[in-house]
């Protein structure tokens, strides 16, 4: 293990996950932990940067996302899983960069920027912002540096982050005279990008996304309101599946290749309607998450079980963390 180079990378505790989630990061971190020394962590301070009074759900959302998590084969024995903060080090490691990053740098942050924008546009003024908010992208540099990762499994949005933290521990390097902190890389990810059902980007928010948590039934509901060729109003249209723009690339991600062959000519012929094509789409997606939503209730049964997960992690993680605390207290001169 000793040997691995390292990784990490968290989700905010948004509540169950669904399959842009599974797609586009989950499936990705279980392959990734047979090669790297994996750190999961469950981001419960960054989900206050915004949330920070709307907590109601909080503790409920931790056990769902660590739920989907194990069912999705992510391993305690392979990855270490932890909670944010149970992991209190990544705070104190927050402020002691915070104290060396100039304000500038955090304010060159896309989101951050965006978030300005928006602002903008609605006449309020970005000092608005919280104080927590506008440092979170320091606080992200402490998730990542506090292991000494060398990598950081990201899509492209994120590189910006990745790029942050090496400026900080290349900062904290110059200023403290060290080689301590590693300047991580950032490891992209192709991910497929699966749309939701209306054509927009997956979210729970837009109410057009499968959980992997749904049941047969919900999931078979809500493929039926997925977009298809728009042009094709009745079942003897002649359909064209490059202008299918939810149900055809849903396939191209459930079925065989043969079956997507025949959904193909099938639709071009109009010899399936869309209707049915839906059915068998839903027949797909439901097989080949039957695995995982079993494994999930068979979890749900043992709260106490995974609980347990989440403390033993967290605690391992807290005992690494301590390590770069102190190593880093000694470097910048603290008492002790
Ligand atoms: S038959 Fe299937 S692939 Fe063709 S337009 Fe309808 S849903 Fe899309």
Redesign the pocket.
């Known amino acids: 293990m000793d040997n691995k180079k390292r990784i990490i990378s968290g989700m905010r505790p948004t509540g169950k996950l669904h399959l842009g989630h599974y797609f586009g990061v989950l499936k990705n971190w279980v392959e990734l932990q047979n090669e790297f020394e994996s750190y999961f962590f469950i981001a419960d301070y960054h989900a206050l940067t915004t949330k920070y009074n709307q907590t109601q759900d909080m503790k409920q959302n931790v056990e769902e996302i660590l739920l989907d998590w194990l069912a999705s084969g992510i391993d305690p024995n392979k990855s270490t899983i932890y909670l944010q903060s149970l992991v209190p080090q990544t705070a104190q490691l927050h402020i002691y960069l915070s104290m060396i990053t100039p304000q500038n740098w955090v304010e060159r942050d896309p989101t951050l920027k965006d978030l300005a924008k928006i602002m903008d546009s609605k006449k309020e003024n970005l000092s608005n912002l919280s104080y927590g908010l506008f440092g979170y992208p320091v606080l992200m540099s402490a998730d990542i540096l506090l292991f000494n990762t060398h990598f950081v499994p990201v899509g492209i949005d994120q590189v910006a982050h990745v790029e942050l933290t090496r400026d900080i521990a290349r900062r904290f390097n110059n200023i403290y005279k060290t080689d301590f902190f590693l300047e991580p890389q950032p490891k992209l990810t192709k991910i497929s990008l699966l749309k939701g059902l209306d054509g927009n980007k997956m979210g729970k928010s837009f109410n057009n996304d499968i959980k992997l948590s749904d049941d047969e039934t919900t999931t078979e509901k809500k493929i039926k309101t997925g977009i298809?060729?728009r042009n094709?109003v009745r079942k003897d249209d002649f359909?064209n599946?490059d202008n299918?723009e939810v149900?055809?690339d849903y396939w191209k991600i459930f079925g065989e290749e043969k079956e997507v062959e025949e959904?193909c000519s099938c639709?071009k012929s109009a010899s399936?309607?869309?209707a049915e094509?839906?059915k068998r789409l839903a027949q797909r997606v439901n097989e080949s998450l039957c695995e995982i939503r079993q494994k999930r209730s068979e979890l749900e049964k043992d709260k106490n079980y995974i609980r347990d997960i989440l403390l033993e992690g967290s605690k391992k993680a807290r005992i690494k963390a301590q390590e770069t605390i102190d190593n880093i207290e000694s470097i910048i001169g603290m008492f002790k």
């Open positions: 298809t060729d094709r359909g599946p299918c149900i055809f959904i639709c399936i309607g869309c094509c839906k």
